[in-house]
């Protein structure tokens, strides 16, 4: 294709409105169009699960289901099952005050301090004060900065990095990593671990020469240390240099510079303790609960298969002003995320899908309880919340039908040029979940002309996969990414409305499949996995092996020590180790676990065709149980 036409695609995209966005002739067609435009509006502010906007939208969406004729799900008679989705763990306060006799030195967070993100819980720490250098003992290298120091019960300073670190041609430090990366010496987890090993009050933490550059002195954000690492067992704090320099000077010691430039010269430790100086630490961890609910309402079924039930589910909730969980970077921060296809699309399809049903008379077959999810984009918090205190019996839930990202059945976004296949497409998840499913979905997906993506394995990024872990056979459809994904571009105006109806009327008939079929599909595990969008080519895999996998679902919203599991992957190495739903992992082959981040690097560093032992706690008694990893 040649490159003009691609440039004058490009242009074309970002003209504007995609298609006319007045009321369409088809009156289904426009009531989903007026939905979608209410749910995706600016009344409704990217239903952040902490906006008001998001009350907005789950009162319409209510108002739908009671005008469709569903019964309010819930025993007080309202549409509306509460729950608290919790947020990442944040500091709401810290304070670090240096004392020395009389002489108070405090510090005030944001400005000349910040707690780091290892620090996963509320921890209080005091003692006196103690500078070690960079932090590193490295025998190796005949260098440690805790030689002859007493560090036990101390609050520890140290600077960030390791000694000449980039210098040019030096990588005396640099004992693991390629040149220009950081080493193992300089890793903030190293340090912390130093510290904790030497039983350290607490640790203080400065940017060296090289990471403070001009007149800046960078204090990280909490949620840059959040994930990936384990938590500390002290608090850990970043200070400004500043602050530090002068309490040294005051103390009757050098500057931290002029320490800093010793170290880096003789390449000899410079550590001491402040003697009368002391510092009391408090780090307060809080992890916002926000009152949020699932809007659920019931159309019951009548005959023989009337006890069962199959749910059609979406999520309603959406990234808010995209203070967390945007795509868009610092720009859209602030800025309202519609989430027009994500997925006020999917929510719209609910709606439709219960006036569809609502209105046939005499309905004979399976109960069908219609639900939008809140607290998905933080987690599938909703659905795992329903899954947990579920208002119909799970074991008698025939099946799950899931919508998200239904909006964008087009190709392309724009095709005015008709370079691209004129068939729109549609993506189907878990048609090997369920015995009946592949054809049911190709059956369905064919006689609405669309072109299908099927794949066999529940994807795990929505609502469907906390049905599919407890033992019920799902079907999710999808029609793809896009550049608009969890950004405030992702607007009603985008959405592809007429093909939006004719996804709600696949699912109309697999609905009607499953909700008279005479046995209840019989559920399947799906081990291999599920692409994050097979309409686009596959990514290239990464290189080498990939680490081992237990195959389980934790429960992020869990506060308790430990990992709880919310699910454990049929066939996977954890099942097979005889773990089981509401499991507390406390230990991966000897190293404990006390969170999901520390669970991730015990598990990084865990090697596949080996045995390792898992330890459990379950109905509050240790159980050790041994996984191979395969
Ligand atoms: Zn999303």
Redesign the pocket.
């Known amino acids: 294709m040649s490159r003009t036409l691609l440039a004058l695609a490009a242009l074309v995209a970002l003209s504007g409105p995609v298609q006319a966005q007045k009321p369409f002739d088809d009156p289904v067609v426009e009531r989903m169009r007026k939905d979608i435009f209410f749910l995706a509006g600016p009344e409704c502010e990217g239903r952040g699960v902490e906006t008001k906007g998001i009350q907005k939208a789950a009162d319409h969406i209510a108002a739908a289901f009671q005008k469709a004729g569903l019964k309010p799900a819930m025993k007080d008679g309202t549409y509306f099952q509460p729950f608290d989705t919790l947020l990442d763990p944040a500091p709401t306060a810290g304070t670090l005050v240096f004392l020395e006799g009389d002489k108070k030195t405090p510090t005030k967070l944001g400005t000349d301090l910040a707690v780091m993100g290892f620090t996963r819980a509320t921890m209080k720490a005091s003692g006196g004060l103690v500078f070690a250098g960079y932090g590193i003992t490295a025998p190796k290298l005949k260098y440690d900065d805790d030689e002859g120091l007493y560090v036990e019960g101390q609050v520890v300073v140290i600077l960030r990095r390791t000694p000449r670190y980039g210098a040019k041609g030096d990588k005396r430090f640099d004992t693991t990593l390629p040149d220009g990366q950081d080493s193992s010496h300089a890793a903030f987890t190293a340090k912390i671990a130093l510290a904790q090993t030497n039983k350290a009050a607490a640790l203080i933490i400065v940017n060296d020469s090289t990471a403070a550059t001009g007149n800046l002195d960078p204090l990280p954000v909490f949620r840059e240390h959040l994930f990936g690492a384990p938590a500390s067992k002290i608090p850990v704090f970043m200070v400004k240099r500043e602050t530090v320099s002068d309490l040294f000077k005051g103390a009757g010691h050098k500057t931290l510079k002029e320490l800093e430039a010793a170290i880096n010269n003789q390449l000899k430790p410079q550590s001491f303790e402040l003697k009368g100086v002391t510092a009391d630490a408090v780090a307060t961890i809080k992890r916002p609960a926000i009152p949020s609910k699932n809007v659920v309402g019931v159309l019951e079924g009548a005959g023989p298969l009337k006890d069962e039930t199959v749910v059609i589910g979406a ?1 309603y909730d ?2 808010g002003y995209g203070t967390r ?1 945007s795509a868009g970077g610092a720009t859209a921060s602030g800025k309202v995320h519609y ?1 027009a296809d ?2 006020a699309s999917g929510t719209t399809g609910v709606i439709e899908l219960a006036r569809r049903f609502g209105a046939m008379k005499d309905r004979q077959g399976r109960r069908i309880v219609f639900i939008t999810f809140s607290g ?2 933080d987690g599938l918090q909703g659905s795992q919340f329903y899954c947990k205190e579920p208002l119909f019996p799970l074991n008698k839930t025939a099946a799950m039908i899931n919508m ?2 239904i909006g964008r059945t087009k190709p392309v976004h724009v095709d005015w040029l008709g370079l691209f296949p004129k068939k729109d497409k549609l993506v189907v998840y878990g048609t090997g979940t369920g015995d009946g499913f592949e054809k049911l979905t190709e059956e369905t997906a064919k006689k609405a002309d669309f072109r299908l993506f099927k794949v066999a394995a529940s994807a795990g ?2 609502d469907n996969h906390s049905f599919y872990l407890k033992k019920i056979p799902v079907l999710f459809l999808f029609t793809g990414l896009h550049g608009e ?2 950004r405030p571009t992702d607007t009603p105006e985008t959405i592809d409305v007429p093909g939006m109806k004719r996804v709600a009327d696949v699912v109309e008939q697999m609905a009607l499949n499953l909700t008279t079929r005479e046995t209840a599909p019989k559920y399947a595990v799906v081990t291999s996995g599920a692409p994050a969008d097979p309409t686009r080519p596959a990514p290239p895999q990464p290189k080498g092996p990939t680490g081992p996998r237990l195959g389980i679902l934790p429960n992020y919203a869990f506060e308790g020590t430990g990992v709880l599991l919310e699910g454990v992957v049929m066939g996977g190495a954890a099942e097979k180790a005889g773990l089981k739903d509401g499991d507390i992992i406390i230990e991966i082959a000897g190293v404990a676990t006390p969170d999901l981040g520390t669970y991730m690097s015990a598990m990084g560093g865990q090697k596949l065709g080996t045995s390792i032992n898992i330890v459990v706690e379950r109905k509050g008694k240790k159980l050790t149980l041994k996984a191979d990893l395969k």
């Open positions: 999520h959406h990234v969980n989430g994500d997925n998905e984009e998200d990202m990024n929505s994904y969890h």
